[in-house]
C-alpha cells in the first residue's frame, strides 16, 4: 500500500493563477483531511470530507475548493492564488472519523509570488 | 471554538536528559487526544489518548492523559539526537483534530 500520495512535491504560482493540488489514499478510508501549516505554527485543517459526495468546510476554507467524487481521491483547488496561501499542504485520511488515527501523505510546498 | 495549547514551544536538551512536553486543551465532548512526531515531512502518530491515568508507552516515549485537569503530557526519556523533531499534539472534540502549534524539540550530542 502506497498510504496516502501527494502530487505535487513543489510548486510556484503567480498571484492570480490557479492550480488543483492532487490526494489520493489507497487504505479504503472514508475520511479524508486536507491541512496547512505556516512556518512556526500547527496544522490548519481547511476542508474534510467524511465520504464520497459529502465535504464540509474546516477552520480556514476561504480561497480553497473540494470536490470527493470517489473514496479515493480528495483534489484542493486553489483559485487566485494570493501569496497568503504561501505554506505546505497535507492531506491526510482516517478510517473512522474524529479521534481515529490520521495518516497524512508526504505534503506540497507552494509559494505565491 | 476548541483549542489546543502546548507548551514549552522550543526545548534544547542534551542526549541522556529526559524531556516533558504538555499539551492543555478546552474542549466540547471530547473524543480523545493525539501525539505526532513531525520531523522533516509528515507528522508521524505516535499515541491517541481517550482515557484518564492510563499510560501509553512505546520504548522511551509514553503519554498519559488528564482528563479532569484537561492536559496531558509526553515523556520522552534518555533522549537520542534522532528525537530531534516538533511534536504536535491535538485534540477531537465537535470538530475534526485540531492542532497545537507544537513543541520543537531539538537533542544535541
Known amino acids: 500500500n502506497a498510504g496516502v500520495t501527494q502530487t505535487p512535491k513543489f510548486r510556484i504560482l503567480k498571484i492570480g493563477q490557479s492550480m488543483t493540488l492532487q490526494c489520493t489514499q489507497d487504505m479504503n478510508h472514508n475520511y479524508m483531511y486536507w491541512y496547512r501549516q505556516d512556518p512556526g505554527m500547527g496544522l490548519k485543517l481547511i476542508y474534510y470530507s467524511v465520504g464520497a459526495g459529502i465535504t464540509d468546510k474546516g477552520e480556514v476554507p476561504n480561497g480553497y475548493n473540494v470536490s470527493r467524487s470517489t473514496t479515493e481521491d480528495f483534489p484542493l483547488r486553489l483559485e487566485l492564488a494570493a501569496p497568503s496561501q504561501t505554506s505546505v499542504y497535507f492531506c491526510?485520511?482516517?478510517?473512522?472519523?474524529?479521534?481515529?488515527?490520521?495518516?497524512f501523505g508526504p505534503g506540497t510546498r507552494l509559494t505565491v509570488l | 471554538e476548541d483549542k489546543v495549547v502546548q507548551s514549552p514551544l522550543s526545548l534544547v536538551v542534551h542526549e541522556g536528559d529526559t524531556v516533558t512536553l504538555n499539551c492543555s486543551y478546552e474542549?466540547?465532548?471530547?473524543?480523545?487526544l493525539l501525539w505526532y512526531k513531525q520531523e522533516k515531512k509528515a507528522p508521524t502518530f505516535l499515541f491517541m489518548l481517550t482515557s484518564s491515568g492510563i499510560e501509553k508507552k512505546s520504548g522511551r516515549l509514553s503519554s498519559i492523559l488528564d482528563k479532569k485537569e484537561l492536559f496531558s503530557i509526553l515523556n520522552i526519556t534518555a533522549t537520542q539526537t534522532g528525537d530531534s523533531a516538533i511534536y504536535l499534539c491535538a485534540e477531537s472534540g465537535n470538530t475534526p483534530l485540531v492542532f497545537g502549534k507544537g513543541t520543537r524539540l531539538s537533542v544535541i550530542a
Open positions: 474542549v466540547t465532548n471530547f473524543r480523545s
Open positions: 491526510a485520511s482516517s478510517g473512522a472519523g474524529e479521534g481515529d488515527e490520521q495518516f
